[in-house]
């Protein structure tokens, strides 16, 4: 028998995994998706729907480019993918610059497509490529102090700002179905959402949770979050985020 504990973090895996995906279970408790589908819009597009390859601007690793601003996807969570495709899809998110095509793309998709999608870059392991952080400084680009960001990501500041990790764990590890992996993630990409989340042009966080930690966040601190972060080491999964995660898969069926 699960203690009381672990018991309460499936159900509200569960309650999650419905609430923030905007996906429903099918009869027999599942959802279905279609990880070689997803490989193929992600490799190739959708060219009668206008839709580019996804492998264009997120790399072929789905590893994401601070060239072009790009988020990684690689194992980053299912539930996270598909909630952002939907908002996309929705005009709930609206990206600017090179990010502003995704509202078209997202609309071309299915539901069953955006699942598929989701389901194939939550396959595709991380493969240890972080951004380049002197070569981004070299190039002109502002970038923070790692030692200087990881206070914040673990500590953050007493009476302002809570602690990066208090939701996406430890380095950034993420906690699904809610809380997507931002450890290693791209350095341009979380200076701009973490811009974007305080200014407000970025408005799909659950229940404001992300607003209201960005607004007392100082440019500075935004550089040196997103150095520590961009670079953080990974870590050993602890028991409650392996739960969360099987919880989460056990409700996706993955065909091939």
């Given at each position: 028998?699960?203690?009381?504990?672990?018991?309460?973090?499936?159900?509200?895996?569960?309650?999650?995994?419905?609430?923030?995906?905007?996906?429903?279970?099918?009869?027999?408790?599942?959802?279905?998706?279609?990880?070689?589908?997803?490989?193929?819009?992600?490799?190739?597009?959708?060219?009668?729907?206008?839709?580019?390859?996804?492998?264009?601007?997120?790399?072929?690793?789905?590893?994401?480019?601070?060239?072009?601003?790009?988020?990684?996807?690689?194992?980053?969570?299912?539930?996270?993918?598909?909630?952002?495709?939907?908002?996309?899809?929705?005009?709930?998110?609206?990206?600017?610059?090179?990010?502003?095509?995704?509202?078209?793309?997202?609309?071309?998709?299915?539901?069953?497509?955006?699942?598929?999608?989701?389901?194939?870059?939550?396959?595709?392991?991380?493969?240890?490529?972080?951004?380049?952080?002197?070569?981004?400084?070299?190039?002109?680009?502002?970038v923070g102090e790692p030692y200087k960001g990881e206070i914040l990501v673990r500590y953050g500041v007493e009476g302002k700002v809570s602690a990066c990790q208090s939701c996406h764990g430890f380095n950034g590890r993420g906690a699904d179905p809610v809380y997507p992996k931002i450890g290693q993630q791209k350095y341009v990409y979380i200076v701009n959402q973490l811009t974007n989340w305080r200014d407000a042009s970025?408005?799909?966080?659950?229940?404001?949770?992300?607003?209201?930690?960005?607004?007392?966040?100082?440019?500075?601190?935004?550089?040196?979050?997103?150095?520590?972060?961009?670079?953080?080491?990974?870590?050993?999964?602890?028991?409650?985020?392996?739960?969360?995660?099987?919880?989460?898969?056990?409700?996706?069926?993955?065909?091939?």
């Amino acid at each position: 028998m699960l203690r009381l504990s672990k018991l309460a973090k499936v159900c509200w895996g569960t309650v999650a995994l419905l609430a923030f995906s905007g996906v429903s279970f099918a009869g027999d408790g599942a959802v279905t998706a279609n990880a070689s589908n997803g490989k193929n819009i992600f490799e190739n597009g959708k060219p009668d729907a206008g839709v580019t390859a996804c492998v264009t601007c997120h790399g072929e690793k789905a590893m994401g480019n601070d060239d072009m601003g790009t988020p990684r996807l690689a194992n980053l969570g299912y539930v996270y993918i598909v909630k952002q495709l939907t908002n996309f899809a929705e005009d709930k998110r609206t990206p600017q610059g090179l990010g502003a095509v995704m509202n078209g793309f997202a609309k071309s998709l299915s539901e069953q497509e955006k699942r598929d999608i989701s389901a194939y870059v939550n396959t595709l392991p991380k493969s240890g490529e972080t951004s380049d952080l002197k070569g981004l400084k070299a190039a002109g680009t502002a970038v923070g102090e790692p030692y200087k960001g990881e206070i914040l990501v673990r500590y953050g500041v007493e009476g302002k700002v809570s602690a990066c990790q208090s939701c996406h764990g430890f380095n950034g590890r993420g906690a699904d179905p809610v809380y997507p992996k931002i450890g290693q993630q791209k350095y341009v990409y979380i200076v701009n959402q973490l811009t974007n989340w305080r200014d407000a042009s970025r408005t799909n966080d659950p229940m404001g949770q992300m607003r209201a930690i960005a607004k007392n966040l100082t440019d500075d601190d935004i550089h040196n979050a997103a150095a520590y972060l961009s670079q953080a080491p990974e870590s050993t999964m602890g028991d409650s985020m392996e739960l969360n995660n099987q919880m989460v898969m056990q409700h996706v069926k993955i065909t091939k």
